[in-house]
C-alpha cells in the first residue's frame, strides 16, 4: 500500500539558517500532481551563474529531498509517493546557497504536502 495525492497541490518553503559564515539560503516551489507512481522533474530553469555541476548538484539534492519527506513516518507506516512533483521556481544565494540548503526546503516543503494534503491509501498493482 502507499498514499497517492488525491488534488493538485503547490507548495513552497523558503529555508534560511544563520551561521558564523555567510548563511545558508535556498528556495523552493513545487507543484505537485497525483500520479499512479513517484515522478521528479525540474520544470524551471537555473540562473546564468549557476554553472552546469552546481545545477546538477543542487537538482539531486532537491530530488533527495522530495523522496525522503515522502517516505514512512513514526505515526504512519506508508510511503506517500503517488506525486508527481514539478519544481517549478527556485531561489538562491550566490555565497550562501548548498545542496544541504536546497535539500532541507524540498524536504520542508514536501512534509507540509505529507501533513496538509489531501491523499488516499492504494494498494499497488
Request: with cysteine; charged share 20%; proline share 6%.
Amino acid at each position: 500500500h502507499y498514499f497517492r495525492l488525491l488534488e493538485p497541490r503547490t507548495v513552497h518553503f523558503d529555508f534560511r539558517r544563520h551561521t558564523c559564515g555567510p548563511s545558508s539560503f535556498a528556495s523552493v516551489q513545487l507543484a505537485c500532481d497525483p500520479s499512479d507512481q513517484f515522478r521528479f522533474v525540474r520544470g524551471c530553469t537555473w540562473p546564468a551563474n549557476v554553472s552546469g555541476p552546481e545545477q546538477e548538484s543542487w537538482d539531486a539534492a532537491i530530488s533527495c529531498g522530495v523522496w525522503d519527506a515522502l517516505q514512512p513516518t513514526a505515526g504512519d507506516p506508508h510511503v506517500a509517493d503517488g506525486v508527481a512533483v514539478t519544481l517549478v521556481a527556485t531561489e538562491h544565494d550566490p555565497v550562501g546557497s548548498s545542496g544541504m540548503a536546497f535539500y532541507s526546503a524540498a524536504w520542508h516543503a514536501i512534509r507540509q504536502l505529507r501533513e496538509a494534503g489531501h491523499w488516499v491509501l492504494t494498494a499497488r498493482t
